[in-house]
Each structure stands twice: as C-alpha cells, then as structure tokens.
C-alpha cells in the first residue's frame, strides 16, 4: 500500500440525487428525496477515493465499516458535495470522517473505514 496521503488530507465527490437514489423498498417509493442507502453508498464511494490512489496493482480495498446520521433531507434534482477527511492511518487501514453538503446545508456526517489488502488474500476469504 502507498502511504501518499497523511491525516487531515480530504478527497470530494458530488452526486446529483437521481429518481433511484430515493427512498425504496420492495414496497414501493416511500419520499421523493435521498435515501439513507443510497447516500451510505456515495458517502463509501467518497472516501474510497483515498483507496483508488493508494493501493497497489495487487491489491484492493475492502469497507469495513460505515456510520450515517442523516440530519436532512435532499430531494431528487438536489446536488450533494460529499467532503472525505482521513482521521487515522495505519499500517492497511484507512478510517476517513465524511460530511454531505446541499449548499451550506449538511445533510449527513459519518465514518468509514476500509482496509487494503492483498488480492489473494481477499480471494481466500471470499472463499470461506
């Protein structure tokens, strides 16, 4: 794993709420407006970033976990700008504090963490 980045180091991505970024069940629609999930996955993607750059060619990333408070709400149409900040580094795992934007409103802050690993080792676990 390259070790390229250091605490305090941020990475930025926006989405643009689309019709499926909604809240959905097997159900059915539930609100016109960013889900939960669906923000969960962007907020990963985000700090993933970090991951796309550090890892080597024999090597991937894996989450290892992820916390969402979601404080607002965003509706379809909505441009989100998604802020990853690196908390801790260390030896292959990453841990990134995340914060989601409309505008100056925030609408949700989190963790993630991911680690890199060793493809083979990954494939073997995979296995199991």
């Not at 809240?23 to 996955?41: C, K, M």
């Not at 700090?47 to 408070?69: N, P, S, Y």
């Not at 802050?109 to 676990?125: A, D, I, N, P, R």
Request: contains cysteine.
């Amino acid at each position: 794993m390259l070790h390229c980045f250091k605490p305090g180091d941020q990475k930025h991505f926006t989405r643009v709420v689309r019709e499926e970024d909604c809240a959905a069940f097997d159900s059915g629609a539930v609100h016109p407006v960013y889900s939960t999930f669906a923000l969960a996955r962007d907020a990963e993607w985000c700090c993933r970033l970090f991951v796309l750059d550090m890892k080597e060619a024999d090597e991937e990333g894996i989450g290892t976990m992820l916390t969402v408070q979601h404080h607002a709400p965003a509706k379809a149409g909505s441009s989100v700008d998604f802020t990853a900040t690196i908390v801790q580094l260390q030896t292959h795992t990453i841990v990134c504090r995340y914060e989601a934007k409309v505008g100056n409103l925030v609408i949700a802050t989190g963790e993630q963490g991911q680690k890199v690993l060793k493809k083979e080792k990954l494939q073997k676990l995979f296995e199991l």
